[in-house]
């Protein structure tokens, strides 16, 4: 008798790590616990990473009058047609949109440094999570919010090296007072191939962004529906 009692309570016992152990993977894998608190972060990342998005766009934009007005001044102090004089006053004129520009472009760099903290807010939530499947899909849209970062840096790198080739031109022209030397001729050509690969890689850039931008918020969604 006291056997069978013994069986028995082996097999409760059991029968509760049974399922004790099945709420225990149920929780690990379905877990939904503070997802809010991930919701949220993702929604303040989402207006400020909008931000740095749009502020990636602005330097190269064609509605930008500042890029069109620095476009118009480097085209004038590329025609062989003008006068020096006229050259060298376009030229120094041209410095005035090339430093706006370039304040386009750093605006770039100061708005990657808030996203940068919003992506560390995403991590801080995302290791509150409880369940693998809402952690994994958090991390997913974390390491696709750091690789759209990564795209924009891009564009920031490239954008500032396309402006110092615009300011060696015009202080170029410049130092020979205006006049478009033979040296200066070969100079400029010399600068062709790189100036046409560094434009192919920021369209190339742009159009990464636009698809990562779609990527993302389907993850989100994704994310989302999971920890209902």
């Known amino acids: 008798m006291k056997n069978e009692k013994t069986g028995r309570i082996i097999i409760v016992l059991a029968g509760l790590a049974v399922i004790a152990g099945a709420i225990f993977l149920w929780h690990l894998y379905f877990g939904v616990a503070n997802t809010q608190d991930f919701i949220r972060a993702y929604q303040t990342y989402a207006v400020v990473s909008q931000e740095y998005k749009v502020s990636a766009y602005t330097p190269g934009a064609e509605k930008n009058t500042v890029r069109q007005e620095l476009n118009t001044i480097l085209a004038q102090v590329l025609d062989e047609k003008i006068s020096s004089k006229n050259r060298l006053s376009?030229?120094?004129s041209g410095l005035i949109p090339l430093a706006e520009i370039r304040g386009e472009i750093d605006a770039i760099k100061e708005k990657g440094k808030v996203t940068d903290r919003a992506i560390l807010l995403l991590r801080e939530?995302?290791?509150d999570l409880g369940g693998l499947r809402v952690s994994n899909k958090a991390a997913?849209?974390?390491t696709i919010a750091e690789e759209r970062t990564d795209i924009i840096r891009e564009i920031e790198t490239v954008s500032y090296r396309m402006n110092d080739t615009i300011s060696d031109i015009f202080k170029g022209i410049i130092q020979d007072k205006g006049e478009l030397t033979q040296k200066r001729i070969r100079s400029l050509n010399e600068k062709i191939p790189a100036a046409e690969k560094d434009f192919e890689r920021l369209s190339e850039q742009?159009?990464?962004l636009e698809k990562i931008s779609q990527k993302i918020d389907a993850a989100f969604v994704e994310f989302q529906n999971f920890s209902v």
């Open 125 to 127: 939530k995302a290791g």
């Open 90 to 92: 376009f030229a120094e």
């Open 140 to 142: 997913e849209v974390i």
């Open 206 to 208: 742009y159009r990464a």
